[in-house]
């Protein structure tokens, strides 16, 4: 299943006797990432967090969200707060090899698990494709290195029409005497709304920044020796 970030339609159907009022690119995501909390509340007994995976696979089933209703707001006119994520870490090569390796973007699902692919449009554009939590769908969008210093600083971020704002940074910094280089990123998103609601970034947050985290960490452990241990998900 695949999500593409210009299918933002709404559905003008009704589920019983209500309207749908949950966008088509809404309900695969809620339903998504839904199934993921649902079975990772069963796996670790956690009633809160399957009763909140079963509400989001009932929104995203049935198109119909009873919160929306309440509050009669749309989708498209709440905009959550951003989430940055900020993580630093050192790696034993120079800095210009982890520079050049990580400005071709092609390489960063090498590392970055959560990412499908990265294709290069261009010098600046690019396409991503990643999977979200629970890997039963995917979504995609178009970005723009948005800043560049050669050797010390890339910034990019999606363009407009994204399923999921995001941008990032990466500040390259000599280490270890000039033998390695200090990386400190900052990822930033902003999910649609709907999706999870601003109610619910308590739970959702802390599943992507461990996410990211641990792409860094991948990162460090590739660039270094050149593959990734297997590990369990």
């Known amino acids: 299943m695949q999500l593409n970030s210009s299918d933002s339609t709404k559905d003008n159907q009704l589920f019983g006797n209500?309207?749908?009022?949950?966008?088509?690119n809404e309900r695969i995501v809620s339903a998504a990432i839904g199934a993921f909390f649902f079975t990772r509340g069963l796996r670790r007994g956690s009633i809160l967090q399957t009763l909140i995976g079963g509400y989001m696979i009932y929104r995203g089933a049935s198109g119909y969200c009873p919160a929306y209703k309440a509050v009669e707001r749309s989708t498209y006119t709440d905009k959550p707060e951003a989430v940055n994520i900020k993580t630093t870490v050192v790696v034993n090569k120079p800095r210009h090899e982890v520079y050049e390796f990580w400005r071709k973007l092609e390489n960063l699902p090498l590392f970055m698990k959560h990412l499908k692919s990265v294709r290069e449009i261009d010098n600046t554009k690019s396409h991503w494709e990643a999977n979200v939590p629970g890997n039963l769908t995917t979504i995609n969008w178009d970005a723009e290195?948005?800043?560049?210093?050669?050797?010390?600083?890339?910034?990019?971020?999606s363009l407009p029409g994204a399923t999921v704002e995001n941008a990032g940074k990466v500040d390259f910094r000599d280490a270890l005497g000039h033998e390695g280089t200090e990386l400190r990123v900052v990822i930033t998103y902003r999910p649609p709304a709907g999706h999870i609601g601003s109610g619910l970034a308590w739970l959702v947050n802390p599943v992507f920044k461990k996410m990211i985290q641990k792409d860094?960490?991948?990162?460090?452990?590739?660039?270094?020796?050149?593959?990734l241990a297997a590990v369990e998900e």
Not at 146 to 155: A, F, P, R
Not at 216 to 227: H, M, Q, R, V
């Open 18 to 24: 209500h309207v749908i009022n949950v966008s088509h």
């Open 216 to 227: 860094i960490l991948n990162f460090k452990e590739y660039i270094e020796t050149g593959y």
């Open 145 to 157: 290195i948005i800043k560049e210093e050669e050797g010390n600083l890339i910034s990019w971020q």
